[in-house]
C-alpha cells in the first residue's frame, strides 16, 4: 500500500504463518530504485572489464609464449654468431699473410685516434656487422693489389726464346777472353745458326738492330717495367714499336757481337736491374 509520504511493505513467512507490516518512507522507495540501477550499471561495467581482462591476459599469455620461444631460437643463433666472430678475427693473420710477400716498401706510421667503444658494450649482430664492413674493406684492398700483382705476373717472361743448354748462367763467371771475374747480367743458350727465337712473352719491340758486343739484338718491353733482351742474332724479323705476342719467332740465332760461338744471350731486366732468367720460368 502505498500513501502520498509513505508506503507499506507486508512480509510474509514462507509458511504463511506470520505477516509482518512495514510503514517505510517514500525516499526509501526511491534509494532502492536509483540502487538497484547503480548495481546493475556496476555488473555490466566490471563484466566488461572482465571480458576485457581476459582477453588481454590471453593476448599477454601468447605473447609470453611467442617471446619464449624466440628466445630458444635466438639462444643458438647468438652462441652461432660469437663463433663466427672469432673465426672472422683469425682472418687478421691471414691477410697479413698474403698481403706480406706484395707489400711495399713501408710508410711512416699513420696517425690514428678519436673516441673509442669497447667490443664488449656492443651487441653479437653488430659487432658482427663491423667485422663484415671492415673485412669488406680488406677484401677489395686485396683485391686491387692481386690485380696489380697478376699484371706483373702476367707481364713476366715465363719462358725461355729457345730449349737448350745453359752455356753461362746468370751472375759472376770467369771471363773467356781474359779469364778475369766478370758479372754475367743474362744466360747463354746454346744453339746452332739459325735456330729460331721466340718471344718469352708478349710485349712491344723496344728495339731492334745491331748494338755494340751484344751484335744484332732485340729488346721488348713487357709493361711494369719488365723487358727481355735477345742478342748475338744472325737476323731479325721485327721492327721497332712492333707488338708480338708470347712465342712468336722475333729471330734467328747467330754469333754476331762479341761472342766465342754461335748461341743466344738473353736477359730480363725488372725496373733496369737484370735478374736470372731461370727463376721466372714456370715450373
Known amino acids: 500500500m502505498v500513501t502520498a509520504s509513505h508506503f507499506k511493505v507486508l512480509v510474509v513467512r514462507g509458511d504463511g504463518r506470520s505477516i509482518r507490516r512495514l510503514n517505510l518512507p517514500r525516499w526509501v522507495l526511491s534509494v532502492a530504485t536509483v540502487a538497484s540501477a547503480l548495481a546493475v550499471t556496476v555488473n555490466a561495467v566490471l563484466l566488461v572489464d572482465y571480458v576485457s581482462l581476459r582477453r588481454q591476459h590471453a593476448a599477454v599469455t601468447a605473447?609470453?609464449?611467442?617471446?619464449?620461444?624466440?628466445?630458444?631460437?635466438?639462444?643458438?643463433?647468438?652462441?652461432?654468431?660469437?663463433e663466427l666472430r672469432d673465426e672472422m678475427t683469425t682472418w687478421d693473420s691471414l691477410h697479413a699473410a698474403i698481403l706480406s710477400p706484395l707489400a711495399r716498401a713501408r710508410r711512416?706510421?699513420?696517425?690514428?685516434?678519436?673516441?673509442?667503444?669497447?667490443?664488449?658494450?656492443?651487441?653479437?649482430?653488430?659487432?658482427?656487422?663491423?667485422?663484415?664492413?671492415?673485412?669488406?674493406?680488406?677484401?677489395?684492398?686485396?683485391?686491387?693489389?692481386?690485380r696489380e700483382a697478376g699484371n706483373i705476373l702476367a707481364a713476366l717472361p715465363s719462358r725461355l726464346p729457345l730449349s737448350s743448354a745453359v752455356n753461362s748462367g746468370f751472375g759472376l763467371r770467369r771471363s773467356p777472353w781474359t779469364g778475369e771475374p766478370e758479372f754475367h747480367a743474362g744466360i747463354d743458350l746454346a744453339a746452332t745458326t739459325g735456330t729460331p727465337v721466340k718471344a718469352a712473352a708478349s710485349g712491344v719491340v723496344r728495339s731492334a738492330g745491331h748494338a755494340g758486343s751484344y751484335g744484332n739484338v732485340v729488346t721488348l718491353d713487357h709493361g711494369r717495367g719488365i723487358e727481355s733482351r735477345y742478342g748475338h742474332l744472325a737476323s731479325i724479323?721485327?721492327?721497332?714499336?712492333?707488338?708480338?705476342?708470347?712465342?712468336?719467332?722475333?729471330?734467328?740465332?747467330?754469333?754476331?757481337?762479341?761472342?766465342?760461338?754461335?748461341h743466344l744471350h738473353y736477359e730480363v731486366l725488372v725496373a733496369g736491374k737484370p735478374v736470372d732468367p731461370r727463376q721466372l720460368i714456370a715450373r
Open 63 to 82: 605473447t609470453r609464449d611467442r617471446l619464449e620461444e624466440r628466445a630458444r631460437v635466438l639462444e643458438p643463433l647468438e652462441r652461432r654468431l660469437v
Open 108 to 146: 711512416a706510421p699513420l696517425g690514428i685516434g678519436g673516441p673509442s667503444r669497447p667490443i664488449g658494450d656492443l651487441e653479437p649482430i653488430d659487432l658482427l656487422l663491423a667485422y663484415v664492413h671492415d673485412e669488406s674493406q680488406r677484401l677489395r684492398a686485396l683485391g686491387r693489389v692481386t
Open 237 to 262: 724479323d721485327v721492327v721497332p714499336g712492333q707488338r708480338v705476342e708470347l712465342d712468336q719467332r722475333i729471330g734467328l740465332t747467330g754469333n754476331t757481337g762479341h761472342s766465342t760461338a754461335p
